[in-house]
């Protein structure tokens, strides 16, 4: 719908008709002056004097187009607008910290494609987690990478920068070793950084802690002071000869910070988990409240000056053209 924000201000569209009331030397008509030596100044001049001067009178479209150009500066003082259907505003809802195993053992081909193509661990996980990342719009996604080592990405509402991130980080990457329990201590750190209570963490190993320098039990009890929920997620099946997840201490994490363990042995499995995790930490919405405002006050302010150039530009051909007749007299 449209809408004018000030319609007041359409109380000044009498004031150039007030100003002239109040100003009557404006509607006085004005005698010629007498010069008493003007024949000897056209004589000194050698100009010829004309029979009579052409005074231009202001005609009833001047005095329209005049009230026009002002009637358009008025509506662009009343801040016409465009007002779009009420729309659902995301809300940051929560700070979600994707934590991702990188060590060699991520390496394993034994994952298939949609195609039935050998790929590895890592790269079933990239493509799973891309499309998880792109369902999250409204959370504040951080993403933490840990091997012998753990780095870490602070959290962000741009996720084009955590998907690059994801497809250029490699194997090996952060170590061979796989520091599951410095990775759950370093989230605690990462999530005091920010004001917004709500935590989650989606954990991602296929392996065991090793090179850990606190155990993966003591840091999750950490983190559930802090009010940190973990989900986490073992890749790898028993029946699998690579099989060395360690899903006792998974669960345990879970259990111990309110959250819940998956297994995941293949895509089909890890797509189901991440649709499992979309619905048990939705996506928050404002109320229809928000509703997109376009400004059109240009228009009419863009009117106008045509509409004044345009009178003028008339204005001076019509001097011009009659100046050139008096010339052929």
């Not at 029979?51 to 005095?63: D, E, G, I, N």
């Amino acid at each position: 719908m449209y809408e004018l924000a000030y319609p007041w201000m359409f109380a000044l569209l009498p004031l150039p008709i007030l100003i002239w009331w109040l100003m009557p030397a404006y509607r006085q008509k004005k005698d010629a002056l007498y010069y008493p030596k003007f024949e000897e100044l056209t004589e000194t001049t050698g100009l010829k004097a004309q029979k009579s001067a052409t005074v231009l009178k202001r005609k009833w479209f001047q005095y329209t187009i005049n009230f026009l150009a002002w009637a358009c500066i008025v509506t662009a003082l009343t801040n016409p607008q465009y007002i779009g259907k009420p729309a659902k505003k995301v809300k940051n809802a929560r700070n979600m910290l994707i934590a991702a195993d990188i060590s060699m053992s991520m390496n394993t081909t034994d994952w298939f494609d949609a195609n039935n193509n050998r790929i590895t661990r890592w790269k079933a996980v990239q493509n799973v987690l891309n499309e998880f990342i792109d369902k999250r719009e409204g959370d504040r996604i951080g993403l933490m990478m840990f091997g012998s080592d753990v780095f870490a990405l602070p959290f962000t509402p741009d996720l084009d920068i955590i998907k690059h991130t994801v497809d250029e980080t490699g194997i090996g990457m952060a170590g061979h070793k796989t520091a599951i329990g410095n990775a759950i201590a370093l989230s605690t750190q990462v999530f005091e950084a920010d004001s917004i209570d709500q935590r989650v963490m989606i954990l991602l190993t296929d392996g065991q802690d090793s090179g850990s320098e606190i155990v993966p039990i003591t840091a999750s009890n950490m983190a559930a002071e802090d009010s940190i929920k973990i989900y986490t997620i073992g890749i790898g099946t028993k029946d699998n000869a690579a099989y060395e997840l360690d899903d006792k201490t998974l669960r345990m994490i879970a259990k111990n910070t309110g959250g819940e363990y998956f297994n995941a042995g293949n895509i089909d499995e890890l797509n189901t988990i991440y649709d499992k995790l979309n619905e048990m930490e939705p996506i928050q919405f404002e109320d229809e409240s928000y509703r997109p405002t376009r400004l059109l006050f240009y228009y009419p302010l863009a009117l106008g000056f045509i509409l004044t150039v345009g009178m003028q530009f008339i204005s001076i051909m019509v001097q011009f053209i009659l100046s050139l007749k008096r010339k052929e007299s």
